[in-house]
Structure formats: structure tokens, C-alpha cells
């Protein structure tokens, strides 16, 4: 399962970490998976080229992969942005494949 984890701070998302395999299918065909990777290597792209000093970046790739994203400027308005179009892009897919993908979200 993919696990994705949000924290928010006065309802600003403040760190973003994303670990696991859907496993929906075998390596190599499995959608869900390819899903994820895509919307959050999108967001890692983004934020890099965008607002490349207001996140701390990290891709661990391996058996168990995990993305980690850490806002260092929590009111910058393009990485909130861009933050909230990536969680409605995994809520979406939360929606439809909740058994292969989930969200928890905390409030710091």
C-alpha cells in the first residue's frame, strides 16, 4: 500500500512523505503505483524548478521508496499551491483506489 502522510500548520502544508508500493498489480504493470509516481515526481519537478530554496527535496529509491517533502517557507504561496493541486491529484486517486492508497492527515 502507499502510504502518504500531511502535515498542515495553520492550514498550510508544511511536509508531504509518500511511501510504498500499491502492489494492485505485478512490477511493471501496476497502474496505481505508476500513478503515484508520477504525480509526486511531477511535484518534486515542480517545486524544484519553481521554488527550488523553499522545500527541503528527498527521493529514497529501493525496495521501499519514500518521498519526503519538507516546506521551509510554509506561507510562500506558489509552493502551497502547488502542494494542495498535488493532494487533490492523490485524493483523487485515493478515491478510486483506496485499497491500494492512503492518505492520513495531521494538523501540527
Known amino acids: ?6 502535515s498542515f500548520k495553520d492550514q498550510h502544508i508544511i ?10 498489480a505485478l512490477k511493471g504493470e501496476d497502474l496505481v503505483c505508476a500513478s503515484v509516481s508520477s504525480i509526486t515526481t511531477g ?7 519553481l521554488v527550488h530554496d523553499a522545500c527541503e527535496l ?3 529509491k529501493g ?10 517557507e510554509g506561507q ?4 502551497q499551491n502547488i502542494l494542495k ?18 492518505i492520513q492527515e ?3
Do not use: C, F
Request: proline content about 2%.
Open 106 to 108: 495531521v494538523q501540527l
Open 58 to 60: 528527498s527521493l529514497t
Open 43 to 49: 511535484a518534486l519537478n515542480a517545486l524544484d524548478i
Open 85 to 102: 493541486a498535488v493532494l487533490i491529484q492523490l485524493k483523487t486517486l485515493e478515491e478510486t483506489q483506496g485499497k491500494y492508497v492512503h
Open 76 to 79: 510562500n504561496k506558489d509552493v
Open 15 to 24: 511536509r508531504m512523505t509518500v511511501k510504498g508500493h500499491a502492489q494492485s
Open 1 to 6: 500500500m502507499v502510504k502518504i502522510s500531511v
Open 63 to 72: 525496495k521501499d521508496p519514500i518521498i519526503d517533502i519538507i516546506v521551509k
